[in-house]
């Protein structure tokens, strides 16, 4: 048995690699069973200056497909959210979690599964890695996967949306609703939940070089 193996896929990428080497390092990446099952992984987008930093959960069904974060409907909210905001997409580092989709398979659809504490934290090495490399000055959790991924277990969306969340090595996050959170509200009460997240998201606008 080799003993000099790296415990995990990114530890055999050298630490002044960039963004496109750990992109393609995510790809082979098999330390927890989702990618087994996944077209691919899908990597952060965005420049490496970005001051702020978008976290959602993990791909969808067509984030999978196409390859890209935050493409398919819960992208497309949160592009017009961002239109709202003044935020330009491309000033801003968009990742995920979880880099590769987690489904069930229903009939033709593919159901989006929950991933698992244990497989979240297995890919956490990725999310790390691009926090190394971009360093944000503020990042922007969407959803309970994403704080508990980067702020620990006993964050609250529900209690602590629209506040900020410092970590002990002084990164702050702002914890806010998923997308498809809205996605799945009520219709009649869609528009005013959806004013309540940008009063969230707007928490984070002087992170937002102006356009
Ligand atoms: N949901 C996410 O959390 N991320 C995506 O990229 C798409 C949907």
């Known amino acids: 048995m080799p003993t000099n193996m790296p415990a995990r896929e990114s530890d055999r990428i050298p630490p002044e690699a960039g963004i496109d080497d750990l992109r393609h390092g995510a790809q082979r990446c098999r330390d927890c069973p989702i990618g087994e099952h996944a077209t691919q992984a899908v990597f952060g987008e965005g420049p490496e200056s970005a001051k702020l930093m978008l976290v959602g959960e993990q791909p969808g069904d067509q984030e999978d497909i196409q390859g890209h974060p935050f493409v398919g409907p819960s992208g497309r909210l949160l592009d ?45 090495q990725w999310l790390e890695r691009e926090l190394e490399l971009v360093q944000p000055e503020a990042v922007v959790a969407l959803g309970a996967t994403a704080a508990r991924a980067l702020a620990g277990p006993t964050v609250s ?51 937002i070089a102006p356009g």
């Open 80 to 124: 017009r959210a961002l239109e709202h905001l003044g935020w330009a997409r491309d000033s801003i580092y968009v990742t995920n979690a979880v880099k590769h989709f987690k489904f069930e398979p229903r009939g033709k659809r593919r159901i989006h599964k929950t991933p698992a504490q244990q497989e979240i934290e297995v890919c956490m």
């Open 157 to 207: 969306v529900m209690r602590q949306r629209g506040q900020w969340v410092v970590r002990p090595d002084g990164l702050r996050i702002l914890v806010t609703l998923h997308p498809s959170a809205l996605l799945r509200g009520p219709p009649d009460e869609r528009e005013a939940a959806f004013a309540r997240w940008l009063d969230d998201l707007r928490h984070a606008s002087r992170y």
